[in-house]
Each structure stands twice: as C-alpha cells, then as structure tokens.
C-alpha cells in the first residue's frame, strides 16, 4: 500500500531527521526550503544520548559517532579568580549512560540529509514558504505545492507557519566559529573531550568545544564562540580585530593556539537567539516540530536534541496511528512535558552565563557552584545535560501502547 503523503517545510535538523524516519516507514515525503541546495554550513553542537539515540533509529549512529568528538565533561572557570564554577561530568550518570558528541554542524547535516535522501525522501530547494493552508504550502511566488495528508512545520525560529510575530531575540548572542584542533604541545593543554568555558561574571563567556571533522579525513576541529550582545555587535565590527583578539587572550591566555586562527573578521558569525515555546505543537492541522514549536538560547545545548527527539515522537505517532488526527495527538502527548520543563530550565539557566547582572554571577560562583558538587546535585545536573530528566525516550517507545 502506498504510504500518505507528508510534506515537510525546512531541510534543518528536525526536517531532515523526519523526512528520514517517515520515508523510511513507507511514506512519500517532499521536503521543502528556501536555500537552493541545501548545503553544510554553520559551527558545531552537542549531540547528547538521547539524540543520539535518535540517530542510531535513523541508521545513521555509527557514521556520526565516527565523525564527532565524544563529550565527557562541561567545565567553566571563572576570571580573575580561576575558580571552577561549572563542572559537568556525564560519568556521575553511571555506567552504559552515554556521554555526549561534539559535532561539526555540517557534519550533522550532510549526514541526515544522506539518511532522507537515502530513504527515498524527495527534497526540493528555492521555495521560500509563506504559508500553509489545506494540505499545502504556500510559496512566496503564489505557487503552492501539491495537495499532502499531512504538512509538517520544521521552519525553525523565525518559521513563517508558527507565528505572525517573530520572537524578540535574547539581549545575548555570539560569535561562532571552527577552528583546527591545535598540535603538539599546544594540543595538550586541551581536554579534546570537554567543553571548556571561561567567564568574567556573566558579561563576557568563551569556549572551545570540540567537534571532530566535517567530513571522514578533515582536519579535526573545534568550534569556538565569543558571546556578545546585540547592541554591542557594530561597536565589536568597528573595533580593530587585534583589540578584540587581546581581549579575548585576556580572558583565556592558554587559548592563544586558537584565537591566533582568526585573521579575518568574516571567519566568524554572529548567531541572535530567542527563546519561545508555542503551547501546543498543534495548529490548524499542522504539527510543528523543532525550534518552530521551542526555541531556546544555546546555553544547555539542547535544541538540537529536542528537534530529533520531535522527528522521532512524530514518526513513531504516525506509525502507530492510522489516522493522522490520533497519531497528532501522540505525539504532542509524548512530547510537551519534556519540552516545557527544558524550556523553563534553558529560560533559567541562560542568564548565569550570558547577562549584565553581577548579583546573578554571584549566585552562579557562590551558591549554584558549591552546590552543585554536593551529591545528588552531580548526577541531576548530568542528567540535566544529558536531556535525560522526564524519560523522553519512554514517552516515546510508549506511543505504541495508545
Ligand atoms: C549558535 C548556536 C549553537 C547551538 N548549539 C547547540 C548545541 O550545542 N546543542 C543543541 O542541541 N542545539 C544547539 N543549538 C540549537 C540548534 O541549532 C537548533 O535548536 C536546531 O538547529 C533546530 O533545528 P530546526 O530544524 O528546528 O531548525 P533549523 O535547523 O534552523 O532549520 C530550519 C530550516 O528551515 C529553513 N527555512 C526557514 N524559514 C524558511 C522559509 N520561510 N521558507 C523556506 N525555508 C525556510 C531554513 O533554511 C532551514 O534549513 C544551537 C543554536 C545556535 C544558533
């Protein structure tokens, strides 16, 4: 029998991992974006167990654990005092819990993008979606697409499906780029498996996370990232990028094998976040997936995680539910608790390292820090991390028992 048609706006992460589970259950999937030919681009993140757990049902595990840094510790000091006031170890988890995998964004991308294509996912470039309306996309030329059973909204933060009012961005963003994984005696004042930080109260954070190769027989890498506020950014762009280089030497002098890559102000871009969580990923017939449903600053890397986690809970939905309205609702069932509470941890977490509040700095050094090492804190702070906390990969196998 012939699978339904599903037509899937955006070819980012949470687009092409359900174009890659749905066409490898036997639906015909198209999948829609603005760029012409969807291409690798952008730094790195953290892929933790559960998405990779994602991954591993996609077929696609093994290729990206090849590729990747695996992540064991999250670790920040703080300036001047060179006190560790952030210190996650995936090891306080137990045994066979997994740790975390630094990836290269282009990595990921070109990854899933194989896994849909593989699947027999059709993807279409140039279509730049304006709306959404009885089964159908609506192109920005008037065009639209061909009648589907379902349409399924991955059009990320600013998704033109999810919301008539774009959301307001945080004060805070940053500058993002890769750079190689130093050599020799440079290499071995890194941790290659940790993601390390390094703070002046919550105003200024930077941090080198390793993120292995783009592709097999890359160099390695690691992306590294400034933060730095909006209203700051065209001040930073009339800066000499010397200035800013000592500036950030300042901050992290062992650092210098990384920061001395930068030579052009162009090898870094600046990323604007927002945080914003639609009640229901459910709307007018359209399920919303991704960062059009939830997005959050990068702060606790989960957003990545959480979109693969939606692809899966909507594949399997769909899997189980013969009708599409059922299977809907299983999926926003398996997802919503896990979202919200994420949500209100990203919301709460962001400020101790990306604001203008030294009371907030305080906290983080004298209260948050201290406690954080007291039993139980590691092991509920690793399971933080790891996007463990409410089971989310039960609320999905438990789609199947209705
Ligand atoms: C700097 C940075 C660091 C991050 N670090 C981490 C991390 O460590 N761990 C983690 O888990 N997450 C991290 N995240 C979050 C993660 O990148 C996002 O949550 C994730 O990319 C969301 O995936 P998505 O598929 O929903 O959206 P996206 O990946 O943004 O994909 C959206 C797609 O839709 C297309 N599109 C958008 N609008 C239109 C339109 N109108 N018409 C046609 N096409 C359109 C875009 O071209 C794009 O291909 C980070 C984010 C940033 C910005």
Same mark, same amino acid.
Do not use: C, W
């Given at each position: 029998m012939p699978g339904r048609s599903i037509a899937i706006a955006g070819c980012g992460i949470a687009g092409l991992a359900a174009a890659a589970l749905l066409a490898r259950a036997g639906e015909r999937v198209t999948v829609f974006d603005r760029v012409e030919a969807p291409q690798p681009i952008g730094s790195g993140l953290i892929l933790q167990p559960v998405g990779l757990a994602v991954l591993d049902a996609i077929g696609m595990g093994a290729r990206i654990r090849a590729l990747g840094a695996p992540i064991r510790r999250l670790y920040g000091r703080t300036k001047p005092?060179?006190?560790?006031v952030l210190d996650v170890r995936y090891r306080a988890l137990g045994g066979g819990a997994g740790e975390g995998l630094g990836v290269h964004r282009g990595a990921l991308f070109e990854v899933l993008h194989d896994a849909a294509r593989e699947a027999g996912a059709e993807t279409i470039g140039g279509k730049e979606i304006r709306g959404a309306g009885g089964g159908r996309l609506i192109f920005a030329d008037g065009s639209q697409s061909a009648k589907s059973d379902l349409v399924i909204d991955? *059009?990320? !933060?600013?998704s033109s499906l999810s919301r008539k009012q774009p959301l307001p961005l945080l004060p805070f963003g940053a500058l993002w780029c890769n750079l190689d994984w130093p050599q020799g005696? =440079? =290499? =071995?004042?890194? %941790? =290659?498996n940790a993601l390390e930080q390094r703070y002046e109260a919550a105003r200024k954070m930077v941090g080198i996370l390793p993120v292995g190769s !783009? $592709?097999?027989?890359a160099p390695r890498q690691a992306a590294f990232f400034w933060s730095l506020k909006h209203a700051e950014l065209d001040a930073w762009r009339a800066t000499p990028l010397e200035a800013w280089k000592d500036d950030v030497r300042k901050l992290w002098p062992q650092a210098a094998s990384f920061i001395d890559q930068? !030579? %052009? $102000?162009?090898?870094l871009i600046f990323a604007a976040y927002s945080h914003g969580t639609r009640s229901?990923? *459910?709307s007018g017939g359209l399920a919303h997936i991704g960062d059009s449903w939830h997005s959050a600053s990068p702060q606790l890397g989960q957003g990545a995680n959480m979109a693969l986690l939606d692809a899966l809970a909507l594949a399997r939905s769909l899997a189980v539910h013969p009708a599409i309205p059922d299977a809907l609702e299983a999926y926003s069932r398996a997802r919503v608790g896990h979202i919200r509470l994420y949500q209100l941890a990203s919301w709460m977490f962001t400020p101790a390292y990306q604001s203008d509040s030294a009371a907030i700095a305080w906290v983080r050094d004298w209260l948050m820090a201290p406690v954080s090492r007291v039993w139980p804190a590691p092991k509920i702070l690793a399971a933080l991390v790891a996007a463990s906390i409410a089971a989310p990969l039960a609320a999905i196998e438990a789609i199947a028992d209705g």
């Open positions: 005092s060179n006190r560790i991955a *059009l990320g !933060v600013r005696e =440079a =290499a =071995a004042i890194f %941790d =290659a !783009v $592709r097999t027989g930068i !030579v %052009d $102000r162009e090898q229901s990923p *459910l």
